[in-house]
T-cell receptor, first 114, second 115 residues
Framework: GNSVTQMEGPVTLSEEAFLTINCTYT??????LFWYVQYPGEGLQLLLK?????DKGSNKGFEATYRKETTSFHLEKGSVQVSDSAVYFC?????????????FGQGTTLQVKP | GAVVSQHPSWVICKSGTSVKIECRSL??????MFWYRQFPKQSLMLMAT?????????EQGVEKDKFLINHASLTLSTLTVTSAHPEDSSFYIC???????????FGPGTRLTVT
């Protein structure tokens, strides 16, 4: 079945450091891939997405490229800020899904220190 | 993006009572709504998928008689936790989707504490 695996956290960085959060997936066909962010005590917000191979999703300085050959969708940011501290979830939607059901990774906590 | 609200944002109830959580899609018609449960520092667990006007589809291991879901309109779905117990304490999150993109828009969540 479809699944998503993220690197374990927490990830602790200093402000302005480079961020990578790894995400790999298992799916048949070409799923759509997403990154969601959850700030403390809040629901999830869509950060970025990619719907086909080699697409790059980007938003608020974050980027992720859909790599079919490595089945990956790693999240990157060149210079993190304290306000980026949150939990990040990688997710996929199967190509055959007619309901939009998402499969989430376990989440990675990012802590950015001033 | 679309706005989804949840009410209440937090609730404390006594063991054995029932609690209803509302999920509203404020600015679009949600043909499908999802209910998730999130334990502390863990990922979201899909509980059920509901389509407007039809019965919800529950994930394996989720008791449909305990977690009653109603999706009576395109803008409102409710989750009722019946005969709540302390182990039902959790963060419950809904999401809505509609149209051809199937993108999900998440509510802010409801923290339930059962004493």
């Amino acid at each position: 079945g479809n699944s998503v695996t993220q690197m374990e956290g927490p990830v602790t960085l200093s402000e302005e450091a480079f961020l990578t959060i790894n995400c790999t997936y298992t799916a048949t066909g070409y799923p759509s891939l997403f990154w969601y962010v959850q700030y403390p005590g809040e629901g999830l917000q869509l950060l970025l997405k990619a719907t086909k191979a080699d697409d790059k999703g980007s938003n608020k300085g974050f980027e992720a490229t859909y790599r079919k050959e490595t089945t990956s969708f790693h999240l990157e940011k060149g210079s993190v800020q304290v306000s980026d501290s949150a939990v990040y979830f990688c997710a996929l939607k199967g190509p055959s899904s007619n309901t939009g059901k998402l499969i989430f990774g376990q989440g990675t906590t990012l802590q950015v220190k001033p | 993006g679309a706005v989804v609200s949840q009410h209440p944002s937090w609730v404390i109830c006594k063991s054995g009572t029932s609690v209803k959580i509302e999920c509203r899609s404020l600015d679009f018609q949600a043909t499908t709504m999802f209910w998730y449960r999130q334990f502390p520092k863990q990922s979201l667990m899909l509980m059920a998928t509901s389509n407007e006007g039809s019965k919800a589809t529950y994930e394996q291991g989720v008791e449909k008689d305990k977690f009653l879901i109603n999706h009576a309109s395109l803008t409102l779905s409710t989750l009722t936790v019946t005969s709540a117990h302390p182990e039902d304490s959790s963060f419950y999150i809904c999401s809505s989707s509609g149209g051809s993109s199937y993108e999900q828009y998440f509510g802010p969540g409801t923290r339930l504490t059962v004493t």
